[in-house]
C-alpha cells in the first residue's frame, strides 16, 4: 500500500508537467555579498552570452547555487541589478577555475540571458560582485523556462534522468504501474504525449517524469515511434 501511495502522489506532478502542454516554470534566489565574504580569485572573461574559456587574476566577492530542471528547453536568467556578473555552469563549479563548466554568462546589466538545459543534469548559477571596488552588492537571481527549476543550496534530483533515455511517443496514454508488472496498476493514466524512456522490461516501459517525482512503467504497445 505504501508503493501504490507514493505513486499516486505522483499524478498530480504528472498533470502539471504532461507532454502535450508546455507550462513554464519560475524559481528565484536572493542575497547580499559583503566585503569579507568568501572569494574566488579569478574572473573568468565575458562575452554576453558566453564564457570565453580566459580568466582575469582579480579575487571578487561570489555566490553559487545547484539547480536542476525537469523540462528540456532554453531557460532565461535574469538579474536587475547594475554590477553583477551571472554564470551557469553544467556538472560542477570550481570558484578556482571560474572558466571550467561555464555554459553561459552575462555581465551586461541588467543581466538577461538564456541558456538551453537538459532535465535530471546537475546545474550551478554563481553571482559575483563586478567591480573593482568589491564593496558588495544585494542580488535577485531568477530562472524562468518551459520545466520547473529547482534552485537553492540544497538543490538536488531526486530521479535524475537517465542518460540513455529516449524520448517516444505515447499517442493515446497509457495505464500506469509501479514497478513491471501487472499487480502494481495505480489509479492514474499517463497522459498522451512524448515521453522520456529510460528501458524496456518483457512488455513494460519505464518512464522517467521528472527531478522530483518517481518514474513509472506503462505497457509496452502503448508506446510508439522515438521522437527526434
Known amino acids: 500500500m505504501r508503493k501504490i501511495?507514493?505513486?499516486?502522489?505522483?499524478?498530480?506532478?504528472?498533470?502539471?508537467?504532461?507532454?502535450?502542454?508546455?507550462?513554464?516554470?519560475?524559481?528565484?534566489?536572493?542575497?547580499?555579498?559583503?566585503?569579507?565574504g568568501q572569494q574566488e580569485p579569478q574572473v573568468a572573461i565575458i562575452s554576453t552570452p558566453n564564457c570565453t574559456g580566459g580568466y582575469t587574476a582579480f579575487a571578487?566577492?561570489?555566490?553559487?547555487?545547484?539547480?536542476?530542471?525537469?523540462?528540456?528547453?532554453?531557460?532565461?536568467?535574469?538579474?536587475?541589478?547594475t554590477t553583477s556578473a551571472v554564470y551557469v555552469y553544467q556538472?560542477?563549479?570550481?570558484?578556482?577555475?571560474?572558466?571550467?563548466?561555464?555554459?553561459?554568462?552575462?555581465?551586461?546589466?541588467?543581466?538577461?540571458?538564456t541558456v538551453a538545459l537538459t532535465a535530471g543534469t546537475q546545474y550551478f548559477v554563481a553571482v559575483i560582485d563586478d567591480t573593482f571596488a568589491?564593496?558588495?552588492?544585494s542580488y535577485n537571481i531568477t530562472i524562468t523556462g518551459p520545466g520547473n527549476v529547482y534552485l537553492g543550496s540544497g538543490a538536488s534530483c531526486t530521479y535524475p534522468l537517465p542518460a540513455n533515455s529516449v524520448v517516444y511517443s505515447i499517442p493515446a496514454g497509457a495505464p500506469a504501474f509501479?514497478?513491471?508488472?501487472?499487480?502494481?496498476?495505480?489509479?492514474?493514466?499517463?497522459?498522451?504525449?512524448?515521453?522520456?524512456?529510460?528501458?524496456?522490461?518483457?512488455?513494460?516501459?519505464?518512464?522517467?517524469i521528472a527531478c522530483q517525482a518517481q518514474p513509472i512503467w506503462v505497457p509496452a504497445n502503448a508506446?510508439?515511434?522515438?521522437v527526434g
Open 178 to 208: 509501479y514497478d513491471a508488472d501487472l499487480a502494481t496498476q495505480v489509479n492514474f493514466n499517463l497522459p498522451a504525449g512524448t515521453w522520456h524512456i529510460s528501458e524496456f522490461s518483457g512488455d513494460f516501459a519505464k518512464v522517467w
Open 60 to 81: 571578487v566577492l561570489y555566490a553559487s547555487y545547484a539547480f536542476t530542471v525537469d523540462a528540456d528547453g532554453v531557460y532565461t536568467v535574469t538579474e536587475p541589478g
Open 91 to 113: 556538472g560542477s563549479f570550481d570558484p578556482a577555475l571560474p572558466a571550467s563548466n561555464c555554459i553561459a554568462a552575462s555581465n551586461t546589466n541588467p543581466i538577461n540571458f
Open 223 to 226: 508506446v510508439g515511434e522515438p
Open 134 to 137: 568589491q564593496t558588495g552588492l
Open 5 to 36: 501511495a507514493l505513486v499516486s502522489i505522483v499524478l498530480v506532478v504528472i498533470f502539471a508537467i504532461a507532454a502535450t502542454v508546455v507550462y513554464a516554470g519560475s524559481a528565484s534566489v536572493s542575497g547580499t555579498l559583503t566585503p569579507g
